[in-house]
């Protein structure tokens, strides 16, 4: 009788085991070959920091493997992403999400190989200007991946309030990023491509932003809690990295690449205990949907009073045309915020009279 603990199966066609080629044993939910991946994940990023830090090689080869380093675990994420994409307990819109998220990751991991080998290139220019390509369409794709993740509102109300949350995050996000990012980069931008890398990325990290509060807006008080939180934390690593990179111009080039490594390879730890946490869930007993947790809704109002914040801090050192256009994004988070209010009193009439029907009934 041939043995059956072991089993090969295809990237793509649904099963139950979250493992390429795993004993069936440890996959039962908090195994300890999953738990090892975010461990094997950290474990590598330690040892190549270290390396960076101990070697005294060329700042040609720190170059090339600094954008090479993020590659192994990349595709490793990559692969994970599309394992768990295909569990036989995922539901098809929430599939599509993982599978997304996994072509993102791919798409980063493309454009690193492409950076990496631009300046040995006779057509250096070509292979940067893919490599930006490749790098806006994986912010774009991880985005949207965030989007199809989301559970999605019950009724057009809830959707309504959605839209309206996700709009003040994005505008009070926008107004932080335009003044503390794109402004500083802009003045220093020598060139028609420059300026526009100097605007692309700020607004890729605001879209992703965006997306992501979104999905924390929604994220339910259940099983698919930890794997939300974390892909949101993820995000919010490689958002921190671009803006940690981009306002103290750090200018060496060491500790430019540290903060650039440290950063993408937390992402990737973030990452597969995300996936980790999402094999678990989809091992177990399915849980319905609940409403988010309380203090996630506070989310879009924290954009708001950061909008606000800004505006006085930069009127105070006195006005220019910077304040006019903060001033500008102040009024249009006013105008959300009023109608977001009308929205929530209007849903709490109707929940009231909704409530005396059915007192007057019994």
Same mark, same amino acid.
């Given at each position: 009788m041939a043995d059956s603990s072991w089993e090969v199966v295809g990237l793509f066609s649904p099963v139950r085991s979250p493992s390429l080629l795993r004993p069936r044993s440890l996959d039962a939910p908090?195994?300890?070959?999953?738990?090892? +991946?975010?461990?094997?994940?950290?474990?590598?990023?330690?040892?190549? /920091?270290?390396?960076?830090?101990? =070697?005294?090689?060329?700042?040609?080869?720190?170059?090339?493997?600094?954008?090479?380093?993020? %590659?192994?675990?990349?595709?490793?994420?990559?692969? +994970?992403? +599309?394992?768990?994409?295909?569990?036989?307990?995922?539901?098809?819109?929430? *599939?599509?999400?993982? *599978? /997304?998220?996994?072509?993102? $990751?791919?798409?980063?991991? /493309?454009?690193?190989?492409?950076?990496?080998?631009?300046? =040995?290139?006779?057509?250096?220019?070509?292979?940067?200007?893919?490599?930006? %390509?490749?790098?806006?369409?994986?912010? $774009?794709?991880?985005?949207?991946?965030?989007?199809? /993740?989301?559970?999605?509102?019950?009724?057009?109300?809830?959707?309504?309030?959605?839209s309206l949350d996700a709009a003040m995050v994005m505008l009070g996000g926008g107004m932080l990023i335009w003044h503390g990012v794109v402004v500083p980069q802009l003045m220093d931008a020598d060139g028609t491509a420059a300026r526009a890398l100097a605007m692309v990325y700020p607004a890729c990290d605001l879209f992703l932003a965006t997306c992501g509060a979104a999905l924390l807006l929604r994220c339910p008080d259940n099983e698919r809690r930890r794997p939300v939180l974390l892909m949101v934390a993820s995000f919010t690593v490689v958002i921190a990295r671009d803006l940690l990179t981009g306002i103290p111009r750090i200018t060496d080039p060491l500790t430019l690449s540290l903060v650039r490594e440290c950063c993408t390879l937390t992402f990737f730890v973030l990452l597969t205990m995300a996936i980790q946490a999402e094999y678990v869930r989809l091992e177990g007993a399915d849980s319905p949907v609940n409403l988010p947790p309380l203090h996630t809704t506070l989310i879009p109002y924290g954009a708001v009073i950061s909008g606000y914040a800004l505006l006085l801090i930069v009127a105070w050192g006195g006005a220019d045309e910077h304040t006019f256009q903060l001033l500008v994004g102040s009024l249009l988070l006013t105008v959300l915020v009023a109608v977001r209010q009308i929205v929530a009193v209007r849903e709490n009439l109707l929940l009231h009279r909704e409530r005396d029907l059915l007192s007057g009934e019994a």
């Open positions: 908090g195994g300890r070959a999953a738990s090892y +991946l975010p461990a094997a994940v950290g474990l590598y990023g330690a040892l190549y /920091l270290a390396w960076n830090l101990a =070697s005294s090689v060329s700042p040609e080869v720190r170059y090339v493997m600094g954008n090479l380093s993020s %590659v192994p675990v990349g595709l490793v994420g990559c692969i +994970l992403t +599309l394992r768990v994409a295909r569990h036989a307990s995922m539901t098809s819109t929430f *599939r599509l999400g993982w *599978r /997304l998220l996994a072509v993102a $990751v791919g798409f980063g991991a /493309l454009g690193n190989i492409f950076w990496a080998l631009a300046p =040995s290139a006779q057509v250096a220019v070509s292979l940067t200007a893919v490599a930006h %390509v490749a790098f806006v369409l994986s912010y $774009v794709t991880a985005a949207t991946a965030a989007l199809r /993740l989301i559970d999605p509102p019950p009724t057009s109300r809830e959707r309504v309030k959605l």
